[in-house]
């Protein structure tokens, strides 16, 4: 497998990895602009522009885009996230052409039709009340907002109703403007392909853009608070966030990697001590998301409202012991799920070209795997513990809690108890 790298004159950059025995191709156009690139009067712009994207351009209408694409088999899609909005398909290798055809066209050259925006704005708005009406989603919302308060970093993607109800073609035209140039532009394109077809057919579609450069994000700074919203459901979710090192930092596999330790998997501490052996959840976990500057290692749990205080206690409790009780054997297991997911992940193109695409925004390059897995296999016991020590001990935290929640402890008490 060859991953080649290349940027066109406007600076567009390219990646490719042919894969042996592949009969398709993964391939898609990675946009550096996600919500937090939104100023606050456009925060969902970029998720409504995306949807937009679909809905026809000056060439295709939105029925041409879809039967295009699935005359030959193949699918079209896109997402929105903070840091980037993706657009992405997979086809047979006979049809990559034409899949690059419909992805610059949907990106490069979306009419706003005033028709289509009023229709995909009550798609929005359903999509928004649905998120509203499933605590399990909502509540991240909100501990987003407040680990980063007052930031891009801590706004939605899908953003507020009032907004999503003002957006018009001029919204959508001025955030293009502002970050869909060439330099803000990745082609990324795995499995059956060849890197010089890529580059060829690239050039003719992004080739006339003129020169931009990105637009840098206001940085992200965890400050940590607490949102409780009571309400008479089921069960009772909690979400705790601390913050992590952003993915260009030295430390970020110690800190996935301490993760998956602590609450990752079937044998990972929060689940075996809190679900196995006291059972007072049904679904616990941990994980790190992590992003340009910043991260957060997240913690959430659902359950009733008599067993909260208990398992609250128990996961603040199970975060002070890993600072110097985690072992080599919780560090081996670790390392082996984080090495398989990883080694997994990449026999899909699709995967690949996304990790290709993640890669060359971060470092401008692709470190081979081996570099990757080296990383890996250096975190240490001591970095481990050491880690889990600075979270302890930063004295910042961010919680969320929603549904009977009223006996829990407050965030207060949670930083007092870590701290003690």
Request: with cysteine.
């Amino acid at each position: 497998m060859s991953v080649e790298l290349h940027t066109l004159s406007n600076g567009l950059r390219i990646v490719t990895e042919h894969m042996p025995g592949l009969e398709s191709t993964a391939l898609g156009v990675w946009v550096s602009a996600g919500c937090r690139h939104e100023a606050p009067e456009q925060n969902g712009v970029a998720h409504f522009l995306e949807h937009m994207a679909f809905k026809g351009t000056t060439r295709r209408s939105a029925l041409q885009i879809a039967e295009e694409i699935e005359d030959v088999g193949g699918y079209i899609n896109a997402y929105t996230s903070r840091e980037v909005t993706a657009y992405y398909a997979r086809v047979l290798k006979d049809d990559v052409a034409l899949a690059l055809d419909l992805i610059s066209d949907i990106v490069l050259n979306p009419v706003f039709d005033p028709r289509e925006i009023e229709v995909e704005r009550g798609v929005i708005l359903q999509e928004i009340g649905q998120a509203a009406d499933t605590p399990d989603d909502i509540i991240f919302d909100w501990l987003q907002e407040e680990a980063y308060p007052g930031q891009p970093l801590g706004r939605t993607i899908l953003g507020p109703t009032e907004r999503v109800r003002a957006f018009g073609r001029e919204d959508f035209d001025r955030f293009v403007a502002q970050h869909y140039g060439p330099g803000q532009l990745i082609l990324s394109a795995a499995g059956a392909v060849d890197h010089d077809e890529i580059v060829r057919l690239a050039e003719q579609a992004f080739g006339h853009l003129p020169p931009s450069s990105p637009m840098t994000p206001e940085p992200g700074q965890f400050a940590g608070g607490e949102r409780r919203e009571v309400k008479a459901l089921e069960q009772a979710h909690f979400t705790l966030a601390l913050e992590a090192p952003g993915y260009r930092s030295d430390d970020i596999y110690t800190a996935q990697i301490y993760a998956t330790a602590l609450g990752g998997g079937m044998s990972s501490r929060l689940f075996q001590e809190i679900r196995e052996k006291r059972g007072l959840c049904y679904t616990i976990y941990s994980q790190v998301g992590s992003y340009d500057d910043t991260g957060m290692l997240t913690i959430y749990a659902g359950t009733s409202a008599e067993e909260l205080p208990e398992l609250v206690t128990l996961t603040l409790d199970e975060l002070k012991r890993t600072t110097g009780d985690m072992t080599e054997a919780e560090l081996a297991r670790a390392r082996a799920q984080m090495k398989a997911g990883l080694l997994m992940g990449l026999e899909s193109p699709s995967a690949r070209a996304e990790r290709l695409a993640r890669l060359v925004a971060i470092w401008n390059r692709v470190p081979p795997l081996e570099e990757t897995v080296a990383r890996i296999d250096a975190v240490t016991l001591p970095g481990l513990r050491d880690h889990a020590g600075a979270l302890v001990a930063s004295g910042r935290a961010a919680m969320a809690l929603y549904g009977p929640v009223k006996r829990a402890p407050d965030l207060a008490q949670v930083t007092a108890r870590l701290a003690a």
